[in-house]
């Protein structure tokens, strides 16, 4: 009988506790791009609906509600995120220690044809490095995003 006591007096206690992780809270807006490649002509941006963000191992963490704003609860050990969306391109998201507030701008996909896969990933890189710090710059100074050097 004492051993009973014992075992149901532990295995409610051990139905009690729940082990909680370190977590972090991310908020942020991602917002859709529309680039113009003419110079002298501002892009446009858009508010990304139903947006999805990933962990690296692509679990889905969350998604973004109809005016492109997200609160999702990572684990603290979390370094990367993906956000997602249809016919653009995948944003890395390096997460560091002080960043909790994120704005994302998401560039359209590109699409290569005829070009090795190889080929086809360097143009897209060099594609995003050009244009990418320069979405972010108009889109500040259309006020879409509240920082001049976001989290992302």
């Known amino acids: ?30 917002l859709l791009s ?23 191992d692509t679990v ?6 109809k005016q492109g704003i997200f609160e999702i609860e990572v684990p603290e050990n979390t370094s990367k995120i993906y956000v997602a969306w249809v016919a653009y391109d995948w944003e890395t998201i390096e997460l560091s220690d002080n ?10 996909a590109v ?4 070009v090795s896969l190889k080929r086809a990933n360097k143009l897209n890189e060099k594609h995003r490095k050009k244009w990418l710090p320069e979405l972010y710059q108009q889109a500040f100074e ?3 995003i509240t920082s001049e050097n976001p989290c992302r």
Do not use: H, W
Request: proline share 4%.
């Open 111 to 114: 699409i290569y044809d005829f």
């Open 99 to 108: 960043c909790e507030q994120l704005e994302i701008v998401l560039i359209p």
């Open 60 to 65: 889905e963490l969350g998604t973004s509600n």
């Open 1 to 30: 009988m004492k051993n009973l006591n014992f075992l149901l007096t532990f295995f409610i206690t051990a139905c009690c506790l729940t082990a909680n992780g370190q977590t972090k809270t991310l908020r942020g807006k991602v």
């Open 34 to 56: 529309e680039p113009s490649y003419e110079k002298g002509v501002d892009s446009e941006f858009l508010l990304a609906p139903d947006t999805k963000i990933f962990s690296e």
């Open 142 to 144: 259309q006020g879409y």
